[in-house]
C-alpha cells in the first residue's frame, strides 16, 4: 500500500493511484499527498539519510511517488547552487545564489527532473507508449529517458520551436510531431489524444507525479544552503507548476522538520510578449486572461498557463511579486550571466536574470536577502536568440605581427569603451 | 441556428455517458444554461459554491479559445462547433483504456497503444 495518492487541490476529494489529472467532481488539477507520519517517510526523509543518498535528485525519494522497489535508470537533478559575486555586483545583490539546471542530466533542463518521475509511474501504470505537449525542453527530456526506458513516444510540438529543440527529440528516436499552432493549441491537442489513446502523456494524464519531480529543485536548494530556506527565491513561469512546486517542497521540509519555518517569498519571472500570470499579479485580480504568446523566450511561450491560478496564489500569499522583461532585455540577460558567472542558459535564463536585476533595481528584493535565482535550461539549445550578437572577425595570418596588430587594435576599443562607460559604480 | 457541443470525458460521469449535444444557445451564459438543462446532474459540478463558471473549463469555438473572441459576448453561428475542455483534462479511464473499450468486431490493433492506426503499422 503506498503511502502517497492522488488528491484534488480544490475540493480535497481523494484517488487512487492512477493516469489521472483531474477530480471528476469539481474539474480541479490533482496532486500527490503523502502520508507524513509514514515510516519510509519519518525514518529516511531526514538530513543525516538523505545526505547518505546518491548524488541526484533520488536522495529525496522518500517524497516522490514512486514505489517502494522502483530502481531509478537516470541520475538527474542535484545540479550546482553557485553564488554569484559578479553577476551581484553588476546588479546590486550581495547574496545571490543561482540554482543551475542548465546542467541538468541527461538533457540540460530542469525537465529531466519531472521527466523522471512520470516515466517511472507511467511504466508502473504499463503504458508501453508515452508522449507530451512541450515547448521543446520536456519534449528533449522524453524522448532520453524513453529510449533509456525502452518505450514508445510521441511528442507534440509547436511548428515554429528552435531547431535545435526539435534535433535534441529527433535523435533519441522519438516520433516528433510538429503542430501549426502555438503551444496551447498543442496543448489542447494533447488533452484529446490522452482521452482517445491509451498513452502516457507526461504532462496530462501522468501531471500530478510529473510535477512532483520540480519539488526536487526546492529540497536542493534548502539542502545546498545547509538545510536553511532563502528570503527570496525568482522563478521564471510558463504553465506555472514550478514556483509551485519549489513552494510545495519548502513547506514539506517545515512540516518534517527538516528546516526552521520561514515564510520564503517567490517571485516570477515571464517574457512580456508571454506574461499572463505576471500582468494579473501586477494588476492584482484573481482570474488570468490568456494571451497569444509573442516572444523569443519559446520554452515560457504558454498563453494559458495551467497552473496559473496557483502560481498567482504562492506570489501573492508568500508577499512576492512578478515581473516580464521584453525580448532584448532577456538576451542581455543571457549575455550577462554567461560574462559575469560562466553560466550559459537560454532564453528564460535570460528573462530570469532579468528579471531578477530589475527586482533589485526596484527595490522589491533588497542587497543582502538571501535570495536564488533558479536558471532552467541551457543556452546552447536557443543560439539562435544570440543571431547577429556577435560578428565573424576576419581571421589573421599566422604571424607575430598580425596578432600584436590585433591586440593593439582590441586594446584600444576596449579602454575607449571603458572610458565612454565610466567607472563601475560602487555599491 | 444551432451548435454542436463536445463535451469531455470527464463530463461523462455527470452524463449518463453523452458526449455531445446540439444547442440552439446564443452566447456563451445560454450554452452552459442549455448543458445544465440537459444534464442536471452536471450543473453543480460545472460552477462553484457562489454559483460561478469553475476557472479550469475552457471553452473553445472553431479551436479558438472564446476569450479571444469575446467570451461571454460572443454570439454563436450557425454550425459553430464548441469543444469544452477542462484546463487539465485527459485520462478519465483508470488505465487510459478507453480506445480499447471501444474496439468493435473489425478491430482497432491491440498489438500495443502505439500505432493508433486501424491496420497495424508497428514491426
Request: hydrophobic share 40%; aromatic share 8%; with cysteine.
Amino acid at each position: 500500500m503506498a503511502n502517497y495518492w492522488l488528491q484534488c487541490r480544490d475540493c480535497g476529494k481523494k484517488f487512487e493511484n492512477r493516469p489521472l489529472s483531474m477530480c471528476d467532481e469539481c474539474f480541479s488539477p490533482l496532486e500527490v499527498a503523502y502520508d507524513l507520519e509514514s515510516a519510509p517517510i519519518r525514518d529516511t526523509f531526514t538530513r543525516e539519510a538523505i545526505g547518505r543518498g546518491p548524488q541526484n535528485m533520488w536522495r529525496y525519494r522518500a517524497m516522490l511517488p514512486v514505489a517502494a522497489d522502483y530502481i531509478p535508470t537516470t541520475p538527474s537533478g542535484f545540479t550546482p547552487l553557485l553564488s554569484t559575486p559578479r553577476l551581484g555586483k553588476r546588479i546590486g545583490a550581495r547574496n545571490l545564489y543561482v540554482k543551475n539546471d542548465a546542467v541538468c542530466l541527461p538533457t540540460l533542463s530542469f525537465k529531466d527532473r519531472v521527466v523522471s518521475v512520470a516515466l517511472a509511474n507511467a511504466v508502473s501504470f504499463g503504458f508501453d507508449t508515452v508522449g507530451c505537449s512541450s515547448t521543446g525542453n520536456l519534449a528533449n527530456a522524453v524522448a532520453a529517458q524513453a529510449a533509456r526506458l525502452g518505450l514508445k513516444t510521441y511528442i507534440l510540438v509547436p511548428a515554429d520551436l528552435e531547431a535545435a529543440k526539435i534535433l535534441n527529440t529527433q535523435i533519441y528516436g522519438a516520433r516528433l510531431v510538429r503542430i501549426d499552432g502555438n503551444y496551447d493549441h498543442v496543448n489542447r491537442l494533447s488533452s484529446q489524444i490522452a482521452e482517445r489513446y491509451n498513452w502516457g502523456f507526461v504532462n496530462v494524464n501522468l501531471r500530478p507525479y510529473y510535477a512532483e519531480g520540480s519539488k526536487t529543485v526546492g529540497y536542493e536548494i534548502a539542502e545546498q544552503l545547509g538545510w536553511r530556506l532563502p528570503d527570496n527565491v525568482v522563478v521564471p513561469m510558463a504553465g506555472g507548476s514550478l514556483i509551485t512546486k519549489i513552494r510545495k517542497a519548502f513547506n514539506e521540509l517545515i512540516a518534517l522538520g527538516l528546516v526552521t519555518d520561514k515564510n520564503v517569498r517567490f517571485f516570477g519571472a515571464q517574457a512580456t510578449g508571454c506574461s499572463p500570470i505576471a500582468q494579473a499579479v501586477k494588476r492584482g485580480t484573481e482570474t488570468i486572461d490568456p494571451q497569444r504568446p509573442n516572444t523569443i523566450a519559446r520554452s515560457l511561450a504558454i498563453g494559458n498557463p495551467a497552473d496559473g491560478p496557483y502560481a498567482l496564489r504562492a506570489i501573492r500569499e508568500s508577499g512576492g511579486w512578478a515581473e516580464d522583461v521584453s525580448d532584448v532585455e532577456l538576451v542581455s540577460g543571457i549575455q550577462e550571466l554567461a560574462e559575469t558567472e560562466g553560466i550559459f542558459t537560454e532564453t528564460a535564463g535570460g528573462v530570469t536574470t532579468a528579471v531578477t536585476a530589475r527586482l533589485y533595481a526596484d527595490g522589491r528584493i533588497q542587497p543582502d536577502e538571501l535570495t536564488v535565482a533558479c536558471i532552467t535550461g541551457n543556452g546552447l539549445k536557443t543560439t539562435d536568440a544570440l543571431a547577429g550578437q556577435y560578428a565573424v572577425e576576419d581571421a589573421i595570418r599566422p604571424r607575430m605581427a598580425d596578432f600584436e596588430a590585433y591586440v593593439t587594435a582590441n586594446e584600444a576599443t576596449v579602454e575607449d569603451l571603458a572610458q565612454l562607460v565610466g567607472a563601475e559604480p560602487a555599491l | 441556428m444551432s451548435v454542436k457541443v463536445l463535451l469531455p470525458n470527464a463530463f461523462q460521469k455527470h452524463t449518463n455517458g453523452a458526449k455531445e449535444i446540439n444547442s440552439e444557445a446564443a452566447n456563451l451564459p445560454a450554452l452552459v444554461s442549455d448543458i445544465e438543462t440537459h444534464f442536471p446532474a452536471l450543473k453543480q459540478h460545472l460552477r462553484d459554491g457562489n454559483g460561478k463558471l469553475r476557472q479550469f473549463i475552457n471553452f473553445y469555438v472553431n479551436d479558438e479559445d472564446i476569450r479571444f473572441l469575446g467570451n461571454e459576448t460572443y454570439a454563436f453561428k450557425d454550425g459553430d462547433e464548441v469543444l469544452v475542455i477542462p484546463s487539465i483534462a485527459g485520462g478519465c479511464c483508470p488505465h487510459g483504456d478507453m480506445r480499447f473499450e471501444q474496439k468493435g468486431p473489425a478491430g482497432i490493433c491491440a498489438c500495443c497503444s502505439y500505432c493508433g492506426q486501424e491496420e497495424c503499422t508497428c514491426d
